[in-house]
């Protein structure tokens, strides 16, 4: 049971350059969100989806596009990369908005240079 | 406004000892979760303990308890008999509301260290 994973681990790209970070969960969750943390920030909602087919800003959703064509996965889109844009970006999962908690992926550290 | 307030520097305890992480929220809505993350330096988030709105007593598992003062609006995370590899930064997280549509809000978090 692999449970979330996220590829890549670690990142570098250059400023303008798009790239896709990519989420799969094999739990069956419905639930499904992306996180960044920055420095004394703590966990920023960027994204999150409720279902195939269902996405929905969170805090910070200027920059980033998603999609949920699968209950599976949930890819997350850097448009067109800035330096303020790096951080470590979190998936995170659920099977539903329960007493469950979240599984985390182990995140991508993205460095835009 | 914030919606979850961790506002304690970082934070230091002896091994063997309890401490306490202080957590405060904010909602207009009935209904609500509240949760603590672990994360350690390996970078990874670990659930840890989980409180509804509408649940009688303080969650408990294992050496973590959760005190829930539902009028005061906090929800503070207590470890008891801490160890070594308690030392992490420590979040607490708020779902509201509870329902198809619900957003997990993250407070800034704590860092705990453990003293041998």
């Known amino acids: 049971n692999a449970g979330v994973t996220q590829t890549p681990k670690f990142q570098v790209l250059k400023t303008g350059q798009s790239m896709t970070l990519q989420c799969a969960q094999d739990m069956n969750h419905e639930y499904m969100s992306w996180y960044r943390q920055d420095p004394g920030m703590g966990l920023r909602l960027i994204h999150y989806?409720?279902?195939?087919?269902?996405?929905d800003q969170g805090e910070v959703p200027n920059g980033y596009n998603v999609s949920r064509s699968t209950t599976e996965d949930f890819p997350l889109r850097l448009l067109s990369a800035a330096p303020s844009q790096t951080s470590v970006y979190f998936c995170a999962s659920s099977y539903s908005p329960g007493r469950g908690g979240y599984t985390f992926g182990s995140g991508t550290r993205l460095t835009v240079v | 406004a914030q919606k979850i307030t961790q506002t304690q520097p970082g934070m230091f305890v002896q091994e063997k000892e309890a401490v306490t992480l202080d957590c405060t929220y904010d909602?207009?809505?009935?209904?609500?979760?509240l949760f603590w993350y672990k994360q350690p330096s390996s970078g990874e988030m670990i659930f840890l303990i989980y409180?509804?709105?509408?649940?009688?007593q303080n969650a408990t598992e294992g050496r973590y308890s959760l005190n829930f003062q539902k009028a005061r609006k906090s929800a503070n995370l207590v470890i008891s008999a801490s160890q070594l590899g308690d030392s992490a930064m420590y979040f607490c997280?708020?779902?509201?509301?509870?329902?198809?549509?619900?957003?997990?809000?993250f407070g800034k978090g704590i860092t705990l260290s453990v003293r041998p």
């Open positions: 997280a708020m779902r509201e509301p509870t329902g198809a549509n619900s957003k997990l809000t």
């Open positions: 409180q509804g709105s509408y649940d009688q």
């Open positions: 989806s409720v279902g195939a087919g269902i996405t």
């Open positions: 909602t207009s809505d009935p209904s609500y979760g």
